[in-house]
């Protein structure tokens, strides 16, 4: 089972109540506040959640819960949504060289830049990047489905096409290669 995390951030009051409560929930629990955030590295918790009462814009994926009183039922319900949420992104998300690729949206993304995928163009992009070399028949019959004595130009077809997405959106002219070994994402 994945150890989960939840930090309360610079709300001692939140941190006390559910420290009250502890022993009904499966995750550990931290307090942090503005002074030791940017100590924490927050790579090294395989799943974590971060909620605090008050907006703060330095701190990225934090819960807010604002609607202060709240009702104990209402308070776990939150968390145990957000931890859910959070699992459920992180399964999605996928690194591809410096990109990132949200299977759940079928968006690819770097920096401030993003770009709408199909699913056989995701699937394609997946598959290449778990093999070294991929070959078109191998392509062919794992993405598509295809027997391997079908001649068809399907591969390279969205291959062209993705790359020209890759080009237009992001200026990538060498995201997914190809040479006597099969094709290759760069």
Same mark, same amino acid.
């Given at each position: 089972?994945?150890?989960k995390t939840l930090f309360v951030y610079n709300s001692l !009051?939140?941190? !006390?109540i559910i420290n009250e409560i502890k022993e009904n929930f499966y995750f550990e629990l931290e307090y942090i506040d503005k002074? !030791?955030?940017k100590k924490i590295n927050?790579?090294?918790?395989?799943?974590y959640l971060i909620i605090s009462t008050d907006f703060d814009e330095k701190i990225k994926n934090c819960?807010?819960?604002d609607n202060l009183p709240i009702k104990i039922s209402k308070l776990v319900e939150i968390i145990n949504l957000n931890f859910l949420k959070k699992q459920f992104k992180d399964q999605s998300e996928h690194k591809i060289t410096k990109y990132t690729l949200d299977?759940?949206?079928?968006k690819i993304s770097f920096e401030n830049k993003s770009l709408n995928l199909t699913e056989k163009e995701s699937d394609l992009i997946l598959f290449i990047n778990s093999h070294k070399r991929a070959n078109l028949k191998e392509?062919?019959?794992t993405v598509w489905g295809y027997s391997n004595d079908l001649e068809t130009h399907t591969v390279e077809t969205h291959i062209y096409r993705l790359r020209k997405k890759m080009i237009k959106t992001f200026e990538d002219h060498n995201f997914i290669k190809h040479d006597q070994d099969g094709y290759f994402i760069n």
């Open positions: 089972m994945i150890k !009051n939140l941190f !006390n002074k !030791n955030h927050f790579e090294q918790y395989e799943n819960t807010i819960i299977l759940n949206s079928r392509i062919q019959k």
